[in-house]
């Protein structure tokens, strides 16, 4: 049973003939041997062996037989370059890549229900869509050519 007041002698130093044990207490004077094991409290020194089993620590001195991470350098054989996908053999239409000034996308991609609301910024229509038979306010703006005159209209 341990004393919590410390008065129990300190256990004896080890001796080649005395193995080590958790309780025997590492001084500079104790060998070390490959069954030693090393504690965080035991001094590191150029004799200390180090095996598999100890931890480095940040106090761990790296030496020249510490193994690093082989460096492979470019060359022109092996160049970086991001793959490039495909590009698709006919490039898919979209309903405002109309050139038609008469065949506005509007006119092919919704039905004009009614006037909604006019302003000093165009009007706002009623439209069903020709895709989801969804209905969308449109706000229809004025746009005027460079002139200045005859308005165009362009939808948001």
Known sequence: MIDNNCTQPPPAPSTPETPLTPETPLTP????TPETPLTPETPLTPE????PETPLTPETPLTPETPEAPETPLT???PETPETPETPETPETHSLDSTSEDEHFMDREYEHLGLIASGG???VC???SN???KLYAVKIIPRYDQRGNDPHYQIL
């Open 29 to 32: 004077e104790t060998p070390l």
């Open 48 to 51: 200390t062996p180090l095996t």
């Open 76 to 78: 022109p054989e092996t």
């Open 121 to 123: 910024f165009g009007e």
């Open 126 to 128: 009623v439209a069903r």
């Open 131 to 133: 895709c989801d038979q």
